[in-house]
């Protein structure tokens, strides 16, 4: 049973253009949710992170949504960068500390064309 | 500062054979992470360490698995008896705490099992 999914699995973006990744939730126990970005070889690196409490989180280009009712969030990248390619994961974590395991989706490929 | 270090960054074995995976976390941090990443998939949570203890094994998928951490530094995944259904990238990650800090991720042990 898949709690965290990434319906589509690849994208394509013109640059200089909006990017938007979507990512949907089963767990209601999910209460703060990462982005984390993977190039090929490499280890995922952590991009940006929303905790439940909020709606939206900002840092530079990158903006994350989350709509809880829904049960949705959402990446928003602009403008979107040739550096930006790479696959995009999802991820949530339980509310509660000591609950440290993240569930993440099966990523996004984001292809940004010159 | 350097960052999490995985060796080897690339092992094959035949089936049945035993295997140690080695993690080196960012020093000073106390929490640490083993992950596995099939093809096509989302990283999937193993095991999580606070220090030198096992704070939640519970995505250890059988008892042929196991992770050590004896000095809460260098933590070694090990895999007896492996199948070939035990081939994927093996992510290491770490935080400072542990609590909702941001874990990092190491570039992977990637293990063919023949």
């Known amino acids: 049973d898949q709690q965290v999914k990434q319906n589509s699995p690849s994208l394509s973006v013109q640059e200089g253009r909006i990017s938007i990744l979507n990512c949907d939730y089963t767990?209601?126990?999910?209460?703060?949710f990462l982005w984390y970005k993977k190039y090929p070889a490499e280890g995922p690196t952590f991009l940006i992170s929303i905790s439940s409490i909020k709606d939206k989180n900002e840092d530079g280009r990158f903006t994350v949504f989350l709509n809880k009712s829904a049960k949705h969030l959402s990446l928003h990248i602009v403008p979107s960068q040739p550096g930006d390619s790479a696959v995009y994961f999802c991820a949530a974590k339980p509310e509660g500390f000591g609950n440290e395991k993240l569930t993440f989706g099966t990523g996004t490929r984001l292809t940004i064309i010159p | 500062g350097a960052g999490v270090s995985q060796t080897p960054s690339n092992k094959v074995t035949e089936k049945g054979k035993y295997v140690e995976l080695r993690c080196d976390p960012i020093s000073g941090h106390t929490a640490l992470y083993w992950y596995r990443q099939s093809l096509g998939q989302g990283p999937e949570f193993l095991i999580y360490f606070q220090g030198t203890g096992a704070a939640d094994d519970s995505g250890l998928p059988n008892d042929r698995f196991f992770a050590v951490r004896p000095e809460g530094s260098v933590s070694t995944l090990k895999i007896q008896r492996t199948e070939r259904g035990d081939s994927a990238v093996y992510l290491c990650a770490s935080s400072i705490t542990g609590a909702r800090e941001t874990q990092y991720f190491g570039p992977g042990t990637r293990l063919l099992v023949l």
């Open positions: 767990n209601s126990m999910f209460d703060y």
